[in-house]
């Protein structure tokens, strides 16, 4: 029976809408490579209880990227199928006293940010050449931490993504997607992101091979109805048919889909 461990987004981990099996199905989101590969943010200490808004699998995303805990609990799942999908890799980076740490909206929304930890945090920008370097390094240790430990038994995935430019409407019209915002005020430019990821995608392949790549492009279209709203990378039923059906040629299972809570080193 296949055991899958997801390092990337809800694109991934929206395949199992019922929240998978808790002991096949492992995902680790709201981080980034360097992120994932820096030392633990320095006099960070998490609240016992999840701070307002935060629900406790956003709280627990937020926890483990600043704790650094996701890369232990991999190699202990033993996956037989490990996807990447970089979609979480729209968020900038923080600098913190030597290490990194992904700035993301639970990071912001916590309240975590007006800690001593992150008083003398510096910005990172995702579009910056500063960034994409960090990024380089982190994706050429992930590569290395694969063949190093049990990861490389698993089958290894890439589940290529876009931003999407339109939505279908809930009367289903195909319409321009609004401009979007990762964070509250800051519109992004898709066109940007989009060339970031191809640039990513392009870089990981060349530096992990065999990697299987699945994707679903002409199914790339938001869905207004999605169960976490209106998003460029919340996208219509179709989409997550196509890749399911990529994803079982594979050896995934669908099976692995039933109640439960998945359990979520980093959960969206």
């Not at 309240?111 to 930890?117: C, E, F, V």
């Not at 995702?126 to 992930?142: I, Q």
């Not at 698993?154 to 339109?166: N, P, Q, Y």
Request: proline residues 9%.
């Amino acid at each position: 029976m296949s055991k899958v461990a997801i390092i990337g987004s809800c694109i991934s981990r929206d395949l199992w809408p019922i929240r998978g099996d808790i002991d096949r199905l492992l995902y680790v989101s709201r981080t980034s490579l360097p992120s994932l590969f820096s030392a633990p943010v320095k006099g960070f200490r998490p609240a016992a209880e999840p701070p307002a808004p935060l629900g406790r699998h956003q709280h627990r995303a937020l926890v483990a990227d600043l704790e650094k805990t996701a890369l232990a609990a991999l190699v202990a799942f033993r996956p037989t199928h490990l996807i990447f999908d970089f979609i979480d890799e729209r968020f900038d980076l923080l600098s913190l006293d030597g290490g990194l740490a992904t700035h993301s909206w639970e990071l912001a929304a916590s309240g975590y940010m007006d800690r001593k930890p992150f008083r003398r945090a510096r910005q990172v920008p995702r579009l910056s050449d500063a960034c994409g370097r960090l990024w380089s390094r982190g994706a050429a240790e992930m590569a290395a931490f694969v063949r190093a430990t049990p990861l490389r038994d698993a089958r290894l995935i890439l589940h290529s993504a876009r931003w999407a430019e339109r939505q279908r409407d809930a009367k289903g019209r195909v319409r321009p997607l609004p401009t979007p915002e990762i964070q509250p005020g800051r519109p992004e430019q898709i066109e940007a992101h989009n060339a970031l990821l191809a640039r990513y995608e392009a870089e990981f392949e060349a530096l992990l091979p065999p990697l299987a790549r699945i994707e679903a492009p002409s199914h790339r279209l938001a869905d207004a109805g999605h169960q976490w709203g209106l998003s460029p990378f919340h996208y219509v039923p179709a989409y997550y048919e196509d890749i399911w059906r990529q994803l079982e040629a594979l050896g995934v299972e669908r099976a692995l889909s039933g109640p439960g809570d998945a359990p979520s080193v980093q959960a969206a």
